[in-house]
């Protein structure tokens, strides 16, 4: 719309609101009703009055959706309107051409000549220009700017966790990146655009010129090519900042087409670092458990062997058994030197002797009970341990070779259940650590002016091209002549 029909909207738009109340004023429901019975009659003030109620509401989908079918309507009622604005912003562009067409034409050095080149040079030009300064539909561009950001864990972590978990090592950000951007080009996130806002519908609406617009019939191929188009997404290789255009027939429909790219993007890479996470966690918790498994049966082993043999270390009842055979055996040898010291000064039946081989007696046959202790273990009822003489049972060696094995045993689960809680740990600090989040650095834009087509770019391109073209036919053409 030009400036002045902007200016008289804008003066219907303040005199509906000094005859509407208050509570009217400011109802959406009020505000959409009155834009629906005016829009057969003032689309453009319907249309703002629908602007009113999503500055009141602007997440109300109804709002959005009454205020994109207005939109539509104003575009549909005001065809003449686009061409004179075109106009207006070009003045006498075409006039101008024509008037030096014209002279040119007219000048008697051209007159042969007037046929070849008016219909291979100025007549496309003609037409391309009028395409691209009437007929060509505006394109709208929505700017919004991201970044892929992981957490700063050092600043919890004390050095040692620090360098046990790998932080230090710099992890490189440009293939978040890059996945952010295959992402947005996908046909996924075209699905979920298309569920979301029409957007086929949008790109292939009657009222865009069709060479500009994509075709009804066109394959779900043809509409991703069509899309990938018609969305940039661009990468800074220092900041490592992803800029994404999208681009829309209509200023406010190509920002919420840039919103909706950013909402399902951030999704995306969020529930990414998190499925990610969570596997790496729930395999080392698995892991986990099964060394607990092994801690908790090596226990129930060695606690089972003491209760069987009531023993609370059969290591230190070993070693006391052997001190008191090794006592038994140095008072043996100290009563058979005394003995012999005797019978060289007294008979064997002196008192004395007498009173020393029964002290002899009694010490052998101790030291051959605690000797018979040492060398076998008796089990009476399944209660017995190694202070009982017994006939047949287990030597005191295999059980503290028994005892020793399920020790081991035990020590190795402990060491393994202590590795496994520090990988655990640290498998827990890696998956916070891979957890990434793409951070809006710019939103979503909204356009005021159409940044397509690039009239005046394109018409010199095409006017250049198409010169080199036809200069490079005339000269094949007189070579041809030259050579009959």
């Known amino acids: 719309m030009t400036q002045t029909a902007i ?11 000094e005859v509407m109340s208050a509570q009217e ?12 019975s005016l829009e057969n009659q003032d ?34 009622q005001q065809p003449a309107a686009d061409i004179s604005r075109s106009s207006e912003r070009r003045p006498g562009r075409v006039v101008v051409l024509n008037q030096r067409l014209q002279k040119a034409l007219e000048h008697p050095k051209m007159a042969k000549a007037k046929t070849p080149w008016f219909l291979g040079l100025i007549l496309p030009i003609l037409v391309f220009a009028f395409y691209q300064l009437v007929w060509a539909s505006p394109r709208y561009e929505s700017r919004a700017q991201l970044i892929v950001q992981q957490p700063d864990g050092m600043a919890t972590m004390d050095m040692s966790m620090a360098l046990l978990s790998g932080f230090g090592v710099s992890t490189p950000a440009t293939s978040d990146s890059q996945l952010v951007k295959a992402f947005i080009a996908s046909e996924d996130m075209l699905k979920y655009l298309d569920d979301k806002l029409s957007l086929r519908d949008h790109y292939s609406q009657s009222t865009v010129d069709m060479f500009t617009r994509l075709n009804g019939w066109s394959t779900q191929e043809d509409f991703l090519r069509f899309y990938q188009n018609h969305t940039v997404v661009e ?23 840039s919103q909706a790219i950013v909402e399902r993007a951030e999704w995306y890479i969020n529930s990414l670092g998190h499925q990610l996470a969570e596997a790496q966690l729930e395999f080392i918790k698995g892991e986990h458990r099964l060394v607990e498994q092994r801690l908790e049966k090596a226990k129930r082993e060695l606690l089972g062997f003491q209760q069987q043999f009531n023993l609370l270390d059969p290591e230190a009842e070993g070693m006391a058994l052997q001190q008191i055979t090794y006592g038994l055996e140095a008072q043996l040898a100290t009563k058979k030197a005394e003995l012999k010291s005797l019978l060289s000064i007294m008979s064997t039946d002196a008192p004395q002797v007498l009173v020393i081989q029964s002290q002899i007696r009694a010490l052998e046959a101790q030291l ?8 076998l273990q008796q089990g009476n009822g399944g209660d017995s341990h190694l202070a009982i003489p017994g006939d047949t049972g287990y030597s005191v060696s295999e059980v503290l070779a028994k005892y020793a094995s399920l020790k081991i045993e035990l020590e190795l689960a ?10 655990l740990e640290k498998s827990r600090v890696e998956a916070y650590r891979k957890l990434k989040y793409l951070m809006t650095v710019e939103s979503s834009t ?36 030259e050579l009959k």
């Open 446 to 481: 909204l356009p005021e002016d159409n940044q397509y087509p690039q009239s005046t770019y394109n018409i010199l391109l095409f006017s250049v091209v198409l010169m080199m073209l036809f200069g490079i036919g005339r000269i094949i053409l007189a070579t041809v002549k």
């Open 43 to 76: 689309a453009p003030l319907a249309r703002r009055l629908a602007q009113r109620a999503k500055n009141l509401e602007p997440d109300n989908p109804k709002v959005l959706s009454e205020l994109t079918r207005l939109n539509r309507l104003v575009q549909q």
């Open 7 to 17: 200016k008289n909207v804008e003066q219907r738009f303040v005199q509906l609101r």
């Open 368 to 375: 051959e009970v605690e000797r018979g202790r040492l060398s």
């Open 235 to 257: 990468i800074d290789e220092k900041s490592n900042v992803i800029t994404v255009k999208t681009q829309g027939f209509d200023a406010e429909f190509a920002k919420h087409l």
């Open 25 to 36: 004023w400011n109802s959406v429901a009020k505000l959409l009703a009155k834009a629906k």
């Open 414 to 423: 402990l060491q393994a259940y202590t590795a496994s809680e520090v990988s």
